[in-house]
């Protein structure tokens, strides 16, 4: 099945930094969406993105397919910008068969 | 917006007990999810359904099943619950199709004594 690796594993920093999240899949991609997940345990839909360019805020994030990576920006990191992130992707298999593969997630620790 | 509503965020039950987790979508979406999340490993998925009383089997489906009766309800079933069974579980919907966004519940976190 498809691979997806999420670099890096934590990441801290202080508020107001800026931060790259990557994501890297092993193949063709139908769909591609990047999650928060809150302290709570709720995954946030962040993006929907197989590929282009889309911004949301201090968030933005790009998919180049043919390359087979996403990036995540946040730009001016908050506290509340704390939690796990998540690459998920979907490979391109048989119709009705639209299963998300998810990486090991970011952990992102912003300081005050 | 998309609601997808997981009947407990927490739940306490005895191994050997008969689970069940349920989740309830409002957006007429064809296709549902069941997913748990274990430290370090992410979010895997257990089955899945594109359509009433069709199922398939995802990527850990030992030790579960699955009953999707009504276009809107999903349930994941634990047949005799184990230790290694607690968990945080993830329901999602979406469109059939491809190139849809899945929508995720809010999560049942199930500890198995």
């Known amino acids: ?112 | 917006d998309v609601k997808v509503t997981q009947s407990s965020r927490y739940l306490v039950k005895r191994t050997g007990e008969k689970v069940f987790l349920e989740c309830v979508q409002d957006m007429d979406h064809e296709n549902m999810f069941w997913y748990r999340q274990d430290p370090g490993l992410g979010l895997r998925l257990i089955y899945f359904s594109y359509d009433v009383k069709m199922k398939e089997k995802g990527d850990i489906p030992e030790g579960y099943s699955v009953s999707r009766e009504k276009k809107e309800r999903f349930s994941l079933i634990l047949e005799s619950a184990s230790t290694n069974q607690t968990s945080m579980y993830l329901c999602a919907s979406s469109l059939l199709g491809g190139f849809q966004p899945q929508h995720f519940g809010d999560g049942t976190r199930l500890s198995i004594l």
């Open chain 1, 1 to 112: 099945g498809i691979q997806v690796e999420q670099s890096p594993p934590d990441l801290i920093l202080q508020e107001g930094a800026n931060s790259t999240l990557r994501c890297n899949f092993s193949d063709s991609v139908n769909n591609l969406q990047w999650f928060h997940q809150n302290p709570w345990g709720q995954l946030i839909n962040l993006f929907y993105i197989p590929s282009g360019t889309k911004q949301n805020g201090r968030l933005s994030a790009t998919t180049v397919a043919t390359e087979r990576y996403s990036l995540l920006y946040i730009s001016s990191s908050q506290t509340t910008d704390s939690g796990v992130y998540f690459c998920a992707v979907e490979g391109r298999g048989v119709f009705g068969n639209e299963k998300l593969t998810f990486g090991t997630g970011t952990r992102l620790t912003i300081i005050p």
